[in-house]
């Protein structure tokens, strides 16, 4: 089975700008969770996504958005960016609850 | 979150020896704890996992023990390898949940020198 792929693998934005990131998960994998990683915070918890529904969602500002289509692909935004949303953003794929999550290769953004 | 507390930022062993990572987890509700390997610029792996229903867990060179009464976990690697170089993270999913959500501890840089 092919693993999670993520893209774009890198981007480069200004401040104030928007971006679309995005994930394919594990075929047959309904659960998509995104994480931001950053030297700073480490890896944190953005949302999780199962069958097109956003059940949790971490605790970031409401710029960070996302969505999940039918074929359980997803999407996040990120709008009106800032410097300090520079960061790794990974994303997961788990077949069902409390099982193990796989990781994408993620997405590096930088805001100048 | 923050919810997961390490003992160690970095840990050095030499070729062969044995390596032991600790972790201290928050919420005595978690009931699912995984390992991860992340390596310079690549993604996390999953190197072992275990329920809050098991004391113990043994992979390939890996093991991993739960210790709910004092929420400690830890993960020990047998033999290490200059390949097991990279951060390891511990994580616990957050009250039990089923919601697919992940708290990481900030991770253990562990360099094997020869």
């Known amino acids: 089975k092919a693993g999670v792929t993520q893209t774009p693998r890198y981007l480069i934005k200004t401040r104030g700008q928007q971006v679309t990131l995005s994930c394919s998960p594990i075929?047959?994998?309904?659960?998509v969770s995104w994480y931001q990683q950053t030297p700073g915070q480490g890896l944190q918890f953005l949302f999780e996504?199962?069958?097109?529904?956003?059940?949790n969602k971490g605790n970031f500002p409401g710029r960070f958005s996302g969505r999940q289509f039918s074929n359980s692909r997803s999407e996040m935004n990120v709008s009106t960016l800032e410097l300090g949303d520079s960061a790794l953003y990974l994303c997961a794929s788990s077949l069902r609850d409390n099982y193990e999550q796989y990781f994408g290769p993620g997405t590096r953004l930088t805001v100048t | 979150g923050e919810s997961v507390g390490l003992h160690l930022p970095t840990l050095s062993v030499q070729e062969g020896d044995s390596a032991v990572i600790k972790c201290t987890y928050s919420d005595s509700a978690s009931n699912y704890f995984p390992w991860y390997k992340q390596e310079l610029g690549k993604r996390p792996q999953l190197i072992i996992d275990i329920r809050s229903n098991m004391d113990k867990r043994q992979g390939q060179r890996v093991t991993v023990l739960l210790n709910k009464t004092v929420k400690h976990l830890s993960l020990q690697i047998a033999a290490t390898q200059p390949g097991d170089s990279a951060v390891y993270f511990c994580a616990e999913n957050m009250g039990g949940s089923t919601l697919g959500r992940l708290y990481f501890g900030r991770g253990t840089q562990l360099t094997v020198w020869p």
């Open positions: 996504y199962f069958s097109e529904t956003q059940r």
């Open positions: 075929s047959g994998h309904r659960s």
